[in-house]
């Protein structure tokens, strides 16, 4: 089955700062990369994703690349701000499997003023 | 529409006892799924369904039953619970049209005590 591995598991920036998380994953037919934003006891929130024919894509202050060779993708925020602080997901997922997701274990973001 | 949603919020059992975790959605969305959050393992899938009668497993489905007999409905059964399977649950859902099939919407969990 496909194995995402996620990278720091706790990244603490300054305000201002960017942040980049890095996940890699094992199963060459997975094509939709999703990152999650999860805030204490609430459910994961979509920030952005990406599909498997798209390299880079931006969205504000977050982008997220892909490199298919090399099976990793990552986030990037920059210009940081305290309410960014929360635990960040990256997962996985095949068309052809429902889209059902296999979750890296998180990085806690903390963005100190 | 009320998105995804599950009951209960909270539910304690003891280790041995039975229960169905509901999850429904109201957005005529054919894939569901159900993922279980431990703290630092990240969210696990348990089973998953693409579509009203057919269901599969995925990384942690033991201890654990699904069915799809309706498309709002998918619902989670553990037949004899245990300790290890206290947790945080969620269900989530996503469409397959043009409006976007891979996009996962969340549920606001249950979080369920074996003692």
């Known amino acids: 089955g496909e194995n995402v591995e996620q990278h720091p598991s706790t990244l603490s920036v300054q305000e201002g700062d960017s942040a980049v998380i890095k996940c890699t994953y094992s199963d060459s037919a997975s094509n939709y990369f999703p990152w999650y934003k999860q805030e204490l006891g609430k459910r994961p929130q979509l920030i952005i994703d990406i599909r498997s024919n798209v390299g880079e894509k931006k969205d504000q202050r977050i982008a997220v690349t892909l490199n298919k060779t090399a099976k990793h993708f990552s986030l990037h925020i920059t210009e940081t701000q305290p309410e960014d602080s929360a635990v960040y997901f990256c997962a996985a997922a095949r068309s052809n499997s429902g889209y059902a997701l296999n979750f890296g274990k998180g990085t806690s973001l903390l963005v100190t003023p | 529409n009320a998105g995804v949603t599950q009951t209960p919020k909270f539910q304690v059992l003891k280790t041995g006892q039975s229960m169905t975790l509901q999850c429904a959605q109201d957005m005529n969305h054919e894939y569901m799924s159900w993922y279980r959050q431990d703290p630092g393992m990240g969210l696990r899938l348990i089973h998953y369904s693409v579509g009203a009668g057919i269901t599969d497993q995925g990384e942690v489905p033991n201890g654990y039953n699904v069915s799809r007999s309706t498309t709002e409905d998918f619902p989670l059964r553990l037949l004899s619970a245990a300790p290890s399977q206290t947790s945080v649950y969620f269900c989530?859902?996503?469409?397959?049209?043009?409006?976007?099939?891979?996009?996962?919407?969340f549920g606001p969990g249950t979080r369920l005590t074996v003692l």
């Open positions: 989530a859902s996503s469409y397959t049209a043009s409006g976007g099939a891979d996009t996962q919407y």
